[in-house]
């Protein structure tokens, strides 16, 4: 896997390329926003957990089924699995299109209707 640093630059290019997001640092790590609301956060060991990971908002039912599917790469990450977000490791090989289909699908769970309207034009 490339450098962590390399991980977030490639993370930030997928997310940006989404309208109306940003980055702020929330509980210590960079969280990304659609609008108001958030989508997604990059997490490096989290509480010691050795794990490089991109945790997601998910629409409901899907934490399972990818969790369940592969385990080695999803999983349910603490505070926020609850409601369905899921942990993607990055540490692993990344399949991009794959993430960034989720990272999308959380996206377009938050984000303002102006900027859906504005990704699907």
Sequence with gaps: ????????????????????????????SPTFWGGKKTFASFH???HGDGRVA???????????GLVEQDSEIFFVPPYVGPSGWVGIRVDRDVDWGMLAGLLEEGYRIVAPKRALAQLDS
């Design 1 to 28: 896997m490339a450098g962590k640093e390399n991980v977030l630059e490639k993370l930030r290019q997928l997310i940006f390329a989404l309208p109306e997001t940003s980055e702020k640092i929330s509980h210590g």
């Design 44 to 46: 490096v060991d989290h």
């Design 54 to 64: 991109v945790w997601c908002k998910l629409p409901p039912g899907m934490q399972e």
